[in-house]
């Protein structure tokens, strides 16, 4: 079993990165999970799409 993790700033790029990865390694996925992280710097909002894929 191995794992591999994604982390971007947009929604979008983390599916597309996830699914350049599904394409290349032709995985037997087990598992993911998802998570979002939110915080302030300054008086922007700042995103973190993360994913862990547990794949064989």
């Keep these: 079993m191995k ?3 994604f982390d971007e ?5 983390l599916e597309e990165a996830i699914n350049n ?3 290349e390694k ?3 996925i087990i598992d993911i999970h ?3 992280g939110i ?3 300054s008086e922007e909002q700042v ?3 993360s994913a862990l894929v547990v794949y064989r």
Aim: proline share 4%; net charge negative; with cysteine.
């Design 3 to 5: 794992v591999k993790v």
């Design 9 to 13: 700033g947009h929604e979008k790029d």
């Design 21 to 23: 990865f599904i394409e």
């Design 26 to 28: 032709d995985p037997e």
């Design 34 to 36: 998802y998570s979002v």
């Design 39 to 41: 915080s302030v710097f």
């Design 47 to 49: 995103y973190c799409f």
